[in-house]
């Protein structure tokens, strides 16, 4: 390929990702920060019983209940938590179940839009959202990679070229390492 090809690439994959490559880092600072949003939880209903062992089976089993409170909510699938079970995504607002002496007590969960995009961040998101960072992560290697290569391209880059990804290098070499 000609570098013409490669900056097309190089701009078109950095521009079509770049909200997304924006939300990414600033999601993870929020959550290094310890900013990990907030939740308001309240008791939808209560069941009384208990789920099966089985994952197919308890899924059937929490949408029957659902259907029986009258409730048109729709999950993905569920995620086993301690005693008791979060309805997945998470990324929106969602139902936990747990565990109490006779059943489960239901809760609506609604996260605030920092808790969203943290859990959206950690992969908690809508299905289809793992193959979105999937190719999020396949175009980031490429951007990288093309942008790498165009500045070796240009002789008066090289040195800072080479010298940056040497430094970042033993950078993650000497964290990894410690």
């Known amino acids: 390929m000609n570098r013409k090809t490669w900056i097309n690439i190089h701009v078109g994959l950095a521009a079509f990702f770049l909200p997304y490559l924006l939300l990414m880092p ?24 208990f789920a099966p062992s089985s994952e197919t089976e308890a899924d059937t089993f929490f949408r029957e209940q659902f ?6 909510y729709s ?14 995504p998470t990324s929106q607002n969602y139902h936990t179940a747990t565990k ?9 969960v609604q996260p605030n839009i920092t808790r969203r995009v943290i859990e959206l961040h950690k992969g908690h998101g809508p299905r289809f959202m793992r193959t979105v ?3 999020f992560g396949i175009a980031l290697i490429l951007v990288t990679l093309s942008g790498m290569y165009l500045s070796l391209t240009v002789a008066a880059y090289r ?12 950078f993650i070499l000497i964290s990894i390492l410690s």
């Open 159 to 170: 040195k800072l070229t080479f010298g940056a990804f040497g430094v970042g290098a033993l």
């Open 67 to 72: 259907k029986k409170q009258g409730s048109n």
């Open 133 to 135: 960072e999937i190719a």
């Open 75 to 88: 999950f993905e699938y569920l995620k086993k938590n301690g005693d008791g079970f979060l309805f997945r």
């Open 100 to 108: 109490t002496e006779t059943g489960y007590r239901v809760e609506l």
């Open 26 to 49: 600033l999601s993870g600072v929020f959550y290094l920060l310890d900013w990990k949003g907030s939740e308001q939880k309240s008791t939808a209903f209560e069941i009384q019983g």
